[in-house]
């Protein structure tokens, strides 16, 4: 009868921890896919994506700033590389429009940043010539419903050093 019993308490005994290690393991296969399911829900859908920005530009030379409109249009390969093209308004002192175009490259590293970087080119006017710099900025994005919105801040650099920052919202479609 104790042989029996022990027979029936170890039989038991290993049961219970077959049965302990497969509930575990469902449970964390479980946990994975849900979590799978997160990530793929947070990350960027290819797409276009239009961006517009108030910014002041900051040229520590002249010290003149200056209030520009930018507007980015970009697409979007996959959630962390875009390319796309930008187009800049520059309201300069002298009374003068400034326009710029630039080649854009974006890389998101996280969800609330986007780094822009890639040539621009300052169209020739009536008070200067044709300006070729290297631009890189950063885009922090909030979501408020289905449009992006948050500071933006970068630099150009070429003949003229320039800072700039301001505003910029977004849409994905």
Not at 2 to 31: I, P, R, T
């Given at each position: 009868?104790?042989?029996?019993?022990?027979?029936y308490?170890?039989?038991?005994?290993?049961?219970?921890?077959?049965?302990?290690?497969s509930f575990?393991?469902?449970?964390?296969?479980?946990?994975?896919?849900?979590?799978?399911?997160?990530?793929?829900?947070?990350?960027?859908?290819?797409?276009?994506?239009l961006?517009?920005?108030?910014?002041?530009?900051?040229t520590?030379?002249?010290?003149?700033?200056?209030?520009?409109?930018e507007?980015?249009?970009t697409?979007?390969?996959?959630?962390?590389?875009?390319?796309?093209?930008?187009?800049?308004?520059?309201?300069?002192?002298?009374?003068?429009?400034?326009?710029?175009?630039?080649?854009?490259v974006?890389?998101?590293?996280?969800?609330?940043?986007?780094?822009?970087?890639g040539?621009?080119?300052?169209?020739p006017?009536?008070?200067?010539?044709?300006?070729v710099?290297?631009?890189?900025?950063?885009e922090?994005?909030?979501?408020?419903?289905?449009?992006?919105?948050?500071?933006?801040?970068?630099?150009?650099?070429?003949?003229?050093?320039?800072?700039?920052?301001?505003?910029h919202?977004?849409?994905?479609?």
């Amino acid at each position: 009868m104790k042989l029996q019993f022990n027979k029936y308490l170890c039989s038991s005994v290993v049961l219970f921890f077959l049965s302990f290690s497969s509930f575990a393991q469902e449970e964390h296969k479980q946990k994975e896919e849900h979590k799978q399911k997160e990530e793929h829900d947070e990350q960027k859908e290819p797409g276009w994506e239009l961006i517009t920005s108030g910014l002041f530009i900051y040229t520590p030379e002249s010290g003149d700033v200056d209030p520009a409109i930018e507007i980015h249009l970009t697409y979007w390969t996959n959630h962390k590389w875009a390319f796309g093209a930008g187009y800049s308004m520059v309201f300069e002192k002298e009374g003068e429009t400034g326009h710029e175009l630039t080649g854009l490259v974006s890389y998101r590293p996280s969800k609330f940043l986007t780094v822009n970087v890639g040539p621009s080119f300052s169209i020739p006017n009536s008070h200067k010539d044709l300006e070729v710099s290297a631009y890189t900025e950063g885009e922090f994005a909030f979501d408020v419903g289905s449009v992006h919105m948050g500071p933006t801040v970068g630099a150009l650099v070429g003949e003229e050093f320039r800072f700039f920052g301001g505003w910029h919202f977004s849409y994905e479609f």
